[in-house]
């Protein structure tokens, strides 16, 4: 499986450029503090000046700069590690939850889980970012309208916001490996091994989980998919994370501005220069989540195709397993008739000093199947 | 009878959910009493919807009452949402028919292709088109299409930016079901007989994978529902979920989910009937 993962070129290319932008984005923090670069005002020889902020993309590259002449490229690099940890934190959390709460409930409570089960349906018709807007809306944006200022510290609201939106996710999380693993368990091998006597953990561990392993990789990565979305969505229903401070622009109008350069509060904050003639300040984010998103889900089709490769190698060396020891009987059998054909014994005595194991082998593995 | 089950339970679900969110509304109260509160008031709200009222601006005296007026809304919202759908099965069955023509080698990477495609944030369709739009205004100063909506309600820009993922995944899905359709031997006998291609693929293929499809289509029509949120706040339409976003009430969201929601239940159920009957499988749930 690792090898056929390595070989996968699809997923190579997105679990190395998800993980070069978080190590590259922590890395700036550790060695250059955040620092993000100011661009300056061009001037030509005569000193007029040539070119003011904010540049496109064209004149300032990679990014360009915002409003108030930040460099982009430094400003989403910095805000990766918040964006995308926090994704990856709240992703976990859903997931082991959701694993948790999906398989004991189907190994051990199946008939509650089946009451239980069509009063989670409301989360499929409930848009998750209108839910997540309606929680959060109140505690992270409408106390400040109120008396402009925050009933509640930035580490309050930062907990909150994380426990909503993992809550919000379980339910359907959780119905999901429920299903598979409801799946599972109607197979043979279950049988058997429900037959034997093997209690529901040790099915759980012996029989469930290496059919369930790769499923739950991909389960988690597209949860990760998902965190990300609803994180975007929240930041143009400008949910920014921890909440936000009101601020005056260069302009002199009151803004949200995101507490730190997180990519979805980005967005919310530039979203009004969408059709100005500097819409690359919100583009640029939104860009770098849709990269980030195929890269995840480059990641996920890699390893679907590596895994689907893996087990068709799997079954190719069992059947020619199968064929070689059935070769083996054959030749056993081609002698001993040869040789009591002939009446010749010396051959079989020959056999049985040559392959004496062999027959051993044979025999023990025709009475274990 | 299931149905019906199925039915008010999810009613009841969302109704939870509703009380849920409705203990953070002022502040995070946190018990089962508030929790229950929240529970009681959302039923009456329900049971008597003309109370219902709504102020249009942030802090003014004025209210209104949220019907009759929301349906202006809830029209324009559901239309989105079924036209929407109409156009991305439409789009998605021509290409579908079109790939088919092609090499098997060029279908494969299609469907490998689709599969990344079909993760696009919706944000970056809507944002794409929009800028295109604009800039083309810009360059030649022809404006196809209204991009920012209003009172008017735009139609033709939204409408295509809302069909694309859509059609993607259902372009998917198709290739997939059609792909092990022809592998069965209906279609060697058909192909045997002398029928002609697009003959077995109208009339033999499509029947037997449009089981498949409609099994699809609910997991579809979720996504374009969570889709219609970003839609409806960026080209600024004024729809159901426009309206729900900016007269944000625990009261007047769940009755606009309520809203969206019985019709699709409907339809979901009646599709179900007719194609269990036509087909003769059982679809899962």
């Given at each position: 499986m690792g090898k056929a993962l390595i070989k996968n070129a699809q997923f190579m290319i997105g679990s190395t450029f998800f993980f070069s932008v978080l190590a590259a984005s922590f890395f700036y923090t550790i060695f250059f503090q955040d620092h993000i670069p100011v661009a300056e005002l061009t001037y030509d020889q005569n000193g007029d000046i040539l070119a003011r902020p904010p540049y496109s993309p064209v004149e300032h590259p990679p990014f360009g700069t915002d409003n108030v002449s930040q460099d982009l490229f430094f400003l989403l690099l910095v805000g990766a590690k918040y964006t995308l940890g926090i994704a990856l934190v709240i992703a976990l959390a859903r997931f082991v939850l959701s694993f948790l709460l999906g398989v004991g409930m189907q190994l051990y409570a199946a008939p509650i889980l089946k009451k239980v089960k069509p009063l989670l349906e409301g989360f499929f018709y409930f848009p998750a970012p209108l839910l997540a807007y309606l929680i959060l809306s109140y505690v992270l944006m409408r106390d400040l309208f109120?008396?402009?200022?925050?009933?509640?510290t930035f580490t309050e609201r930062m907990v909150f916001e994380v426990i909503v939106l993992i809550m919000i996710g379980v339910p359907i999380t959780m119905t999901t490996i429920a299903r598979e693993v409801e799946l599972l368990q109607e197979k043979e091998f279950i049988t058997s091994a429900k037959v034997l006597g093997g209690s529901r953990f040790h099915m759980l561990m012996k029989h469930l989980m290496p059919y369930f392993k790769p499923q739950l990789f991909i389960i988690f990565i597209r949860e990760i998919i998902l965190v990300l979305l609803l994180l975007a969505h929240l930041g143009i229903l400008n949910i920014l994370f921890g909440g936000a401070a009101i601020e005056e622009d260069i302009f002199g109008n009151s803004v949200f501005v995101s507490l730190s350069n997180e990519w979805s509060g980005l967005i919310g904050n530039n979203?009004?220069?969408?059709?100005?003639?500097?819409?690359w300040i919100p583009l640029v984010p939104i860009i770098c989540f849709t990269v980030t998103i195929l890269a995840l889900k480059m990641m996920v089709q890699g390893f679907q195709e590596a895994s689907a490769h893996a087990s068709k190698k799997g079954m190719v060396v069992r059947k020619e397993k199968k064929s070689l020891e059935e070769y083996d009987q054959k030749k056993i059998d081609d002698r001993s008739f040869k040789a009591r054909k002939k009446g010749d014994f010396s051959l079989v005595r020959e056999f049985k000093m040559e392959d004496v194991d062999e027959v051993k082998g044979v025999h023990i593995w025709n009475k274990n199947n | 009878m299931r149905t019906g089950m199925k039915f008010v339970s999810i009613i009841v679900s969302i109704l939870l959910i509703g009380s849920f969110a409705g203990m953070?509304?002022?502040g995070i109260e946190m018990s089962l009493k508030e929790f229950w509160n929240q529970f009681v008031q959302l039923i009456r709200a329900i049971l008597n919807p003309g109370e219902l009222t709504y102020e249009p601006?942030?802090?003014?005296?004025t209210v209104y009452p949220v019907f009759p007026g929301i349906f202006e809304y809830y029209g324009y919202s559901l239309f989105i949402l079924v036209a929407g759908f109409c156009i991305a099965l439409i789009g998605s069955l021509g290409l579908t028919y079109i790939t088919f023509f092609l090499p098997y080698r060029l279908r494969k990477m299609f469907i490998r292709v689709t599969g990344i495609l079909e993760a696009i944030p919706d944000l970056f369709i809507i944002v794409m088109f929009q800028i295109a739009i604009v800039s083309l205004y810009k360059e030649?100063?022809?404006?196809?299409?209204?991009?920012v909506g209003g009172f008017?309600?735009?139609v033709v820009l939204p409408l295509i930016t809302y069909a694309v993922l859509p059609a993607i995944l259902l372009y998917r899905v198709m290739l997939l079901t059609f792909e092990d359709e022809l592998a069965s031997p209906y279609v060697e006998l058909a192909s045997g007989k002398g029928l002609s291609k697009s003959r077995i693929l109208w009339k033999h293929v499509l029947r037997n994978a449009l089981f498949t499809v409609v099994n699809h289509s609910r997991t579809i029509i979720v996504l374009m529902l969570s889709n219609l949120v970003m839609l409806e706040i960026l080209f600024n339409l004024y729809g159901l979920v426009w309206f729900m976003v900016n007269n944000l009430r625990v009261e007047i969201v769940i009755i606009g989910i309520l809203m969206i929601f019985v019709p699709l239940f409907l339809i979901e159920a009646c599709s179900r009937f007719f194609i269990q009957r036509i087909t003769g499988k059982e679809l899962a749930d």
């Open positions: 109120m008396d402009s200022d925050f009933s509640t979203l009004k220069f969408l059709f100005t003639t500097y819409y | 953070f509304q002022n601006l942030f802090g003014s005296t030649t100063g022809l404006l196809i299409f209204e991009v008017e309600r735009p």
